[in-house]
C-alpha cells in the first residue's frame, strides 16, 4: 500500500503535470480497497472535480485498472453501472481519468484525476505515475 508521503509526492507529480497543460484539476490517490490517502484540490479546479477524482480513482483501485476500461465496459449497460454506483454508494464512477500504481506487479492504490476532459485527466494521472518510478499494470 502507498504511504502518505509516497500519496503526496504522487499528487506533487499530478499537480506538476496539471499545470503543464494549464488546466486546473482536482487528484485523489486511493489505497488498493478503496479508501483515500491523500487529495488535492488545485485553484481553479472545477467544485466537484474533487469528488469525482475520488470516484474514478476509487474505481481504478476496485478493479486494479484504468477507470476507462469500467467505462467501455459499462457503456452498453447503463442499468448496471447504476446499480453498482448505488450499490457503492456512489462510489464506483466509470469514467476516463484514473489509473492504477503498480510496483513490481503489486496494486498499491490508484490515483485519479478530474477537472479536465477524461482524457487529459488520465493522461496526467499516468504521466505522474510514470513520473514517481511505478507503472500502471
Not at 4 to 10: K, N, P
Amino acid at each position: 500500500m502507498l504511504t502518505h508521503d509516497q500519496a503526496l509526492s504522487l499528487l506533487q507529480a499530478a499537480r506538476e503535470e496539471s499545470t503543464k497543460l494549464g488546466v486546473p484539476m482536482s487528484f485523489a490517490v486511493m489505497d488498493p480497497s478503496g479508501h483515500l490517502v491523500a487529495l488535492i484540490r488545485m485553484d481553479g479546479a472545477p467544485w466537484i472535480s474533487a469528488d469525482v477524482a475520488q470516484g474514478k480513482a476509487w474505481t481504478a483501485a476496485a478493479y486494479g485498472g484504468p477507470s476507462a476500461a469500467q467505462k467501455a465496459k459499462m457503456e452498453p449497460m447503463p442499468n448496471f453501472a447504476s446499480a453498482i454506483t448505488t450499490m457503492t454508494g456512489g462510489k464506483f464512477t466509470p469514467q476516463t481519468g484514473a489509473v492504477p500504481v503498480y510496483s513490481d506487479g503489486t496494486l498499491l492504490g490508484a490515483l485519479g484525476g478530474s477537472g479536465g476532459t477524461g482524457q487529459q485527466d488520465e493522461d496526467v494521472c499516468a504521466a505522474a505515475v510514470a513520473a514517481r518510478g511505478y507503472t500502471v499494470s
